[in-house]
């Protein structure tokens, strides 16, 4: 698929994606028109501060932003915002948008992210709250000072960074989690254990294999009911249970959907002239051979990057080590690569470090907390398929 460099690419969704794709196509000498469509009313901005510093106070919302006005117009870039895409043409090549427009494309790119998933026993209350959006942060921070109690539901990253944020406020945390160790889903239970110590540690009461099973409140969230029968009252009720693609539009045109768009590992989709990239995709990565959504920062900026290479002629491929990482009180969380059925944990002296093996003699993951160097290395030897006793090794030396 090689594109004309005066070729329109519009961009669906005015996240990350959105703003690093368009840097990207300027610096690699695309000329054409860029459009970005996006449904909310502000320009791009960056997700990760908002459950971090814009709850702290130390970033305004206005710091968030990744497009400020001068690079919209450096960038010679159309900004449509509060314009929800609803439908897509591919054989005439138009967006269709929720107000009945169409747009046309030379090349689309679907950048709509995820949104937060909602859960069937929490209603619609005051003091009950999800993070996805600026606007959802804003809250939070101004309901933030009146608060004597959080519960937070799913110890996933979100929810225990706000969890963190609030007890550093000495506000009391309880965090509720269905399963027997946080982030097991994603990381397995060894490094859930790492995850409840740093927040035991600061008071935060972490209950694990527990459900919430009601929510209670009249005008105000007043607590939640566990399935064991014990309620927990709360002023503040955070919902953190996983994000769900935004792949709703795309239905009916005909575009490969299988938990996010389906793409290979140069961002292209089953449709021509059609990319996706972020949170919203299902990369596949050429080093790891794996086919996932990644929800992750870094992945959600290098597939931009990729995609922009490929709408410019070039051929890279999508093969380095997915990474992210999370802050909690004072100490950063870094994991590289995958969490496999083998795992190894040595407490260093700067925080613990976990290693993951894929069963088969192959470091395939590392988790650090408080090491960002350790975690640089640990990415470089998970890059090159290092042996397990040889990652052994390496993590004995530490
Ligand atoms: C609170 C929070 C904290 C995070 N912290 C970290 C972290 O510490 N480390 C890390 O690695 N990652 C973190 N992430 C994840 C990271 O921010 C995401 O991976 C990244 O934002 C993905 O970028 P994206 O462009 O794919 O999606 P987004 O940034 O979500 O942008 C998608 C945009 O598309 C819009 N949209 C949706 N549907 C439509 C439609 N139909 N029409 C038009 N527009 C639409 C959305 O409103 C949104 O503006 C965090 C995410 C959140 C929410």
């Known amino acids: 698929m090689s ?5 329109h690419v519009v961009v669906v969704g005015g ?3 959105a703003a690093t794709l368009t840097r990207e196509l300027r610096r690699l000498g695309h000329t054409g028109p860029i459009t970005i469509v996006s449904d909310e009313a502000e320009v791009p901005y960056d997700r990760p501060p908002l459950s971090k510093q814009v709850l702290a106070g130390t970033v305004t919302p206005e710091e968030t932003r990744l497009l400020k ?3 919209l117009e450096d960038l010679d870039v159309t900004l449509r915002l509060e314009q929800p895409a609803a439908g897509l043409n591919p054989v005439a090549r138009e967006v269709e948008l929720a107000d009945g427009g169409r747009l046309g494309y030379d090349v689309l790119v679907v950048a709509t992210g995820s949104r937060a998933r ?4 929490v209603p619609e209350l005051s003091g009950v709250h999800h993070l996805r959006s600026l606007d959802d942060a804003t809250a939070i921070a101004e309901a933030l000072p009146g608060v004597r109690r959080l519960v937070v539901i799913g110890a996933g990253f979100i929810g225990l960074e706000v969890a963190a944020v609030a007890r550093n406020r000495d506000i009391e945390v309880t965090v509720v989690e269905t399963a027997a160790r946080p982030l097991s889903r994603v990381l397995g239970e060894d490094a859930g254990e790492v995850v409840i110590e740093l927040h035991e540690e600061r008071g935060v009461e972490v209950r694990c294999s527990a459900t919430v099973v009601e929510v209670r409140g009249a005008d105000g969230v007043e607590g939640v009911l566990l399935d064991g029968g014990e309620f927990l009252p709360a002023d503040l009720l955070l919902v953190g249970v996983g994000a769900v693609p935004n792949t709703e539009w795309l239905e009916g045109s005909g575009i490969e959907i299988d938990n996010g768009v389906v793409c290979d590992d140069r961002g292209r989709t089953s449709l021509p002239h059609v990319y996706a990239a972020g949170d919203v995709a299902r990369w596949r990565n050429a080093l790891t051979g794996a086919h996932a959504r990644a929800e ?5 900026l290098e597939q931009a990057s990729v995609v922009a290479d490929a709408v410019t002629g070039g051929g890279r491929v999508w093969d380095t080590v997915p990474y992210f990482w999370s802050d909690q009180y004072d100490r950063k969380l870094q ?16 925080g613990p470090v976990v290693l993951f093996g894929d069963g088969d003699e192959q470091l395939v993951g590392v988790l650090t907390v408080g090491n960002p160097r350790a975690l640089a ?9 290092t042996a397990w006793p040889q990652a052994q090794e390496w993590l004995a030396g530490l």
């Open 118 to 121: 909602r859960l069937p026993t």
């Open 377 to 385: 290395q640990g990415r470089r030897l998970v890059a090159a398929g």
């Open 296 to 300: 992750q920062w870094q992945s959600a």
């Open 335 to 350: 994991f590289c690569g995958a969490a496999g059925p083998v795992s190894e944990r040595r407490d260093t002296a700067r």
């Open 3 to 7: 594109t004309a460099a005066g070729a």
């Open 69 to 71: 006005p001068a690079d």
């Open 15 to 17: 996240g990350l994606v």
